[in-house]
T-cell receptor, first 115, second 115 residues
């Protein structure tokens, strides 16, 4: 596609429920990143994929958060037993072969609200 | 630990003025620095990417400079317009031994151009 696509754009869920957030990166981009942004804050790193593997998952806050990228393209961020503190905008970005070398492009984000 | 600071946190200026947004980072070992724009409720739009070996990049009315040794970057916006109103985010890629693709963001500068 022309850009990074994230679905859904908005998600409201009840506390304790399971949610999945999807990211379609730019075609051909091997690097994919997930970030979380709270109101008034800069994006906070969650996880980085190079191809199918998670090269760095040190930003995942706890074991309720998990992300996959089984075919090296689309990625899904999964959150179990959601809590109100998980409410934020979840941003996905992709880069041709790693941000250290190439520009990164962001999607429009998924606004998650846990009630 | 790499930290990115942006000053000021918010800025309001009359239309037509030239302005400078500041970004500082604590560790000069970086791969590159990227400036983004974020409109309310939206994702991030890349403005300029400066490689660590470069001193500046220009795109239209925007000019970004990088002084790696002093840990500073500036984003210069010429002849500001109301459409420039947004949050501007600075981000660096630390040059680490194994985790060099974890980008670190500042909290952003909220810019308001008064018509």
């Amino acid at each position: 596609g022309a850009g990074v696509s994230q679905t859904p754009s908005n998600k409201v869920t009840e506390k304790g429920k399971y949610v999945e957030l999807r990211c379609d990166p730019i075609s051909g981009h091997t690097a994919l990143y997930w970030y979380r942004q709270s109101l008034g804050q800069g994006p906070e790193f969650l996880i980085y994929f190079q191809g199918t593997g998670a090269a760095d998952d040190s930003g995942l806050p706890n074991d309720r958060f998990f992300a996959v990228r089984p075919e090296g393209s689309v990625s899904t961020l999964k959150i179990q037993r959601t809590e109100r503190g998980d409410s934020a905008v979840y941003l996905c970005a992709s880069s041709l072969n790693g941000w250290g070398h190439r520009e990164a492009f962001f999607g429009q984000g998924t606004r998650l609200t846990v009630v | 630990k790499q930290e990115v600071t942006q000053i000021p946190a918010a800025l309001s200026v009359p239309e037509g003025e030239n302005l400078v947004l500041n970004c500082s980072f604590t560790d000069s070992a970086i791969y590159n620095l990227q400036w983004f724009r974020q409109d309310p409720g939206k994702g991030l739009t890349s403005l300029l990417l400066i490689q660590s070996s470069q001193r500046e990049q220009t795109s239209g009315r925007l000019n970004a400079s990088l002084d790696k040794s002093s840990g500073r970057s500036t984003l210069y916006i010429a002849a500001s317009q109301p459409g420039d109103s947004a949050t501007y985010l600075c981000a660096v890629i630390p040059r680490g031994r194994n985790r060099d693709d974890k980008i670190i963001f500042g909290k952003g500068t909220r810019l308001h151009i008064l018509p």
